[in-house]
């Protein structure tokens, strides 16, 4: 902890007088080289010391969103501490579909008291689902207030549309860019200062098939699996050479042209479950395609034993069956894997006959 | 899948001017460089470090290594400016210890590079190596031209983030290898966003070390 650091030799404090300190030492060799190094730091959790929104530019914000989006957005505002510290969970049932989603705060985040970057969106009706994850960027100010305005405008953007469609899809991220827009000009920085990814499905029932539409812009993850186990990813990762380049965001110039792009309509089917992922699980677990099987194995079955390319897991039930499928799910979001510390957030939903066409996933079982 | 490492490569000059006061001071500002970086989990995770020194001729005297597993090199100067070496050192090291983005794994993040020179190039090859690392962007370079010998033109031919060390005093080397702390820290700590490689933000440069525009 950074306690049992502390009780170590100061490196900075003192290493401009240990000159002083060690004759021997000539002063230009502040470090002398055979003084004890220090016990390698380990990780600690503090509660974001800032306001998760900008303090005194509420009322400005809230007077340039939607009244609908500025109500909620007071609320997020208040709940702020709950939902975007820690992280917190949503979990919905219908007839035919389940859907839970979680985010959990990274490491990182986490030990130098910073809030979570991502957030969700899940809605659930007899005759819709919507499921919303983003990821804002660590490089801009404002990201967090970016992920949540833009999940929960496309989000209600999709749930209130008249159909599922491309065209209601292009509609929910317009409305996310032009929301992100207006808040920046509220805060009056450059709208790359609330820079998120935004990964959105919805889907309707149509006889025994379904209709979906799906889109992504940045990085992060979205597959369908169907009933005889395939996995199917409509739209590539936004990514380069080297981890952790995104080229384009949300409210960029070039969101709707990645996003057109990007904007998948299916009629599945067989469709067996959802998945989205941020790049806090999409990260560890690459190419996620390969992966997505054995992660609904294990939420839907249980976790057995550690998932290649996970870390270390704790074994538990069933996340679906638990009595708060929420918290089971942010628990799981816990996997701990050396360098991949940063916020997670997922979002799964499940058709009814999901635990029959998706087996357990079993060491055995190659991921 | 293994590790994703944020690679960071010191590339210093330890030509025969660096001799006495800047060379002790480099070694003990790797040293100091070392010991914070053992205070910040994501970098003892994520960070790996590598040495290279040219003088007559480049060595690559550490290969990346984990910030836990580091050693600090003994460095001695004597010799010429063998400048083109040191940079096609780092372009070799590159393409053999860094893992990029495949459709099987995950790459590394960018690496950041440090370059330290005081003084000008003797060979006559540098200016090809200095054309593929501005050209083709493998890294992010930074570069400190320390005292008033050394040759800014130069170095802005490598990179564009160009800073300058006015006085090549303990307490100017101190200052700049904290400001190579703070860069580390804060890219590993962002990693998840840097944008178009070229991109990056770092850390106010400390007094004493001024940004050559």
Same mark, same amino acid.
């Given at each position: ?64 969103? +939607? ?181 384009? #965001? ?37 190419? #996620? ?79 | ?68 597993? #580091?050693?600090?090199? +003994? ?100 200052? #700049? ?37």
């Amino acid at each position: 902890m950074s306690g049992s650091a502390s009780e170590q030799p100061e490196p900075s404090a003192t290493a401009a007088s240990a000159g002083a300190v060690e004759p021997v030492m000539p002063p230009a060799t502040p470090a002398p080289a055979d003084e004890p190094l220090p016990r390698p730091a380990t990780w600690t959790v503090k509660p974001p010391d800032a306001p998760w929104c900008p303090e005194g530019r509420l009322d400005a914000i809230l007077a340039r969103l +939607e009244p609908a989006v500025a109500a909620r957005f007071r609320d997020r505002v208040a709940h702020a501490r709950v939902e975007h510290a820690e992280g917190h969970g949503r979990h919905a049932t219908s007839e035919a579909w389940t859907v839970t989603a979680a985010m959990r705060r990274g490491r990182r985040h986490a030990h130098t008291g910073a809030w979570s970057d991502d957030a969700f969106f899940a809605s659930l009706s007899s005759h819709r689902g919507v499921l919303v994850v983003a990821d804002g960027a660590g490089s801009a100010t404002w990201s967090r207030l970016g992920s949540a305005i833009a999940v929960d405008v496309a989000g209600e953007s999709l749930r209130n549309a008249t159909d599922v469609s491309a065209e209601a899809m292009h509609e929910a991220v317009e409305r996310a860019v032009l929301a992100l827009r207006n808040v920046a000009t509220a805060l009056e920085v450059a709208p790359r200062e609330l820079r998120t990814t935004l990964l959105a499905v919805a889907w309707e029932p149509d006889g025994t098939r379904h209709r979906l539409v799906t889109t992504q812009v940045g990085d992060g993850s979205l597959v369908l699996a169907h009933a005889d186990g395939t996995i199917n990813r409509p739209a590539a990762g936004d990514g380069g050479e080297w981890s952790g380049e995104v080229h384009c #965001f949300v409210p960029d110039d070039e969101t709707m042209t990645r996003a057109r792009a990007a904007t998948v309509v299916h009629d599945v089917p067989d469709l067996a479950a959802l998945l989205l992922v941020t790049d806090g699980i999409d990260d560890p677990c690459y190419p #996620f395609p390969r992966f997505a099987g054995p992660i609904l194995g294990q939420l839907l079955h249980g976790t057995t034993a550690p998932l290649t390319g996970l870390g270390v897991q704790v074994n538990a039930p069933s996340v679906i069956t638990a009595a708060d499928p929420a918290a089971a799910l942010h628990a799981w979001l816990g996997f701990e894997k050396r360098g991949e510390n940063d916020d997670r957030t997922l979002a799964v939903a499940l058709h009814t006959t999901a635990s029959h066409v998706i087996p357990p996933w079993a060491p055995s079982t190659s991921a | 899948m293994t590790t994703r490492r944020l690679p960071v490569y010191i590339l210093a000059d330890v030509s025969g001017s660096m001799q006495g006061t800047p060379i002790e001071s480099v070694k003990s500002g790797i040293r100091q460089l070392h010991r914070d970086l053992l205070g910040d989990p994501q970098a003892i995770e994520s960070a790996y470090l590598s040495i290279i020194t040219f003088g007559n001729n480049a060595t690559q005297m550490v290969p990346l290594t984990e910030v836990a597993m #580091f050693n600090p090199p +003994e460095l001695t100067a004597s010799g010429t400016t063998n400048f083109g070496d040191g940079l096609r050192m780092l372009l070799e090291s590159f393409d053999r210890e860094l893992v990029r983005t495949t459709a099987d794994q995950k790459g590394d993040w960018r690496p950041l590079v440090f370059v330290l020179s005081d003084g000008a190039p003797t060979d006559t090859e540098w200016p090809t190596y200095a054309q593929q690392l501005r050209e083709r962007r493998p890294a992010n370079i930074i570069a400190v031209a320390c005292g008033d010998q050394a040759d800014v033109n130069v170095l802005k031919q490598v990179t564009e983030n160009v800073i300058l060390m006015q006085e090549m005093t303990p307490d100017a080397f101190k200052a #700049f290898f904290a400001f190579v702390s703070a860069s580390v820290k804060q890219t590993s700590q962002k990693v998840g966003a840097v944008a178009d490689g070229s991109a990056i933000t770092l850390p106010p440069p400390p007094p004493g070390i001024t940004i050559v525009p």
